[in-house]
Structures are given as structure tokens and as C-alpha cells.
């Protein structure tokens, strides 16, 4: 792979992620490519492999390719090949991520990582993460990746519903999340601020789409705050009942976002 196609494929990967390239359109032919980044032939056929291989283009009827329907997806899950260093800091927060399921965020111990990561040793710890509050903040845009937002289907309400469902889950599948996940700096979490980029662009017609999307995701987050703040056992004997309030409040919000400021969406 040369490092010109893979600009290539990142330039078309924003494309995407803009909005610009949406699934069905047609993907540049090699001819473009050549004319658009002055490439030669064989560097624009392997842009296009890369983009089949990635998941963001296929084969259609004609000559040609066309992005795929889970190419915006799958562009706001990619992330770039881990050098060695970055292999050392994956193992150090997908060990972290799995010591806070077992026993809690307030448990975790640079020892026991340590351990589970394979037998680091404490004090290289900092060569790999700066801090603790940077290793939550790693922590919980993993999880974001390997959870991508679904595939844009249907009205507003209904791409809002099945997003904040689906974050729901995630905290409640990891009860310590709610507590480090932030909405506030993209930079630091590119897969958590993805959730939020979806939101708004469910919300495009709007034009308080970007707090109405924060507004969404906070009441996600601080719903499941709450009952992380509880006894697991009693959180547990009454999932079926959080999982109802949850839903009462979410239907009640999105009614709200309906009415508000007098806009209707369709």
C-alpha cells in the first residue's frame, strides 16, 4: 500500500462522513481519481481495492463503484493501523475496560492492569497513557468503536430512538461508562463524538440540532449516571422498571424536541 492511496481513501473517507458521498452514489472512477490527486493508474486501482476492502465501496451494475450503505458507519468507526506503541496502550485500556466490568472503575489498580495486560510493569505505565483521567477517557471511546451508530433508517424520531437505545445499552452493559464518557471534546473521543455527529444530522432540518443532540445524549448519560450511583443488586432486581423509566423519559424529551420552538420535522 502506498501512503498516496491511503490519502486518497481518507480524503473520500471524510467525503463521507460529511455527507458529501452518500450510500449509493457513485464512487470516482479511476480516471477521476488520477485527474483529481494526480495519481497514476496503479495508485488509483489500489485506492479503489482499499475502499472495497474497508468496507466504504462495491461493485454495482455498471463499471464502476458506488459507497455502500454501511460506509458512514463504518468511516466513523475507522481508526488508523496501530503502530507497536499504540498495540501496548490497546492492550493497557481493553484490560482496564474488562477489570471495571468485573469490579467497578473505583477498583481499578495500575498493578492489576498491569497484569491482565500482559505483565507490564507499573512504572511504564506513562509511556503508554498520561493519566488516569486519560485512560477513562480511552476507555470509554473503545467501547464507542466497537459500537458505531446504526444505519440511518426512517424518520427523525426513529434514527434518535434507536441511538440513544443503543447507548443505553452500552451503559448498561458497562455500569462505570456514564462516568467517564464526555460529549464535550471531540478531539479526545472520536468515537463517542460520532454518536453525537449522527444525532445532529438525524436533526439536520433543525436549527438547534447540535443542543438538541447534546440535550439527547446527556439525558442518556445522566439516566444511566443515576443507577450507577445505586446498590448493583437492587439495580439488578429492578432493570425491567429502570429500563421502562428510561424509555418514559426518552418519549417525553423527543415530544418535546416536536414542539419545540414551534418546528416540526417529518
Known sequence: MTRFAADIVADLRRRILAGDLRPGHDIPSAKDIMAEWDATMATAY??????REEGLAAKHRGPGLIVTADAPAVAAAWQPPPAHGDVTRARIVNAAIELADADGLGNLSLRLIGQRAGGLVTGTFYKWVQDRAELEVLMADAVFAKHPPPKPAGGWRAQLERLS?????LYRQHPWLALTVSFADPSLSPNVAAHLAWAERALADRPDAAPLAAALANFVRGSAMHLEQEDRRARKAEAEAD???????LQHLLDGFERAAGYHLH
Open 46 to 51: 489500489k485506492a479503489m481495492t482499499l475502499l
Open 243 to 249: 429500563a421502562a423509566l428510561f424509555e418514559f423519559g
Open 165 to 169: 437505545r443503543l447507548q443505553w445499552r
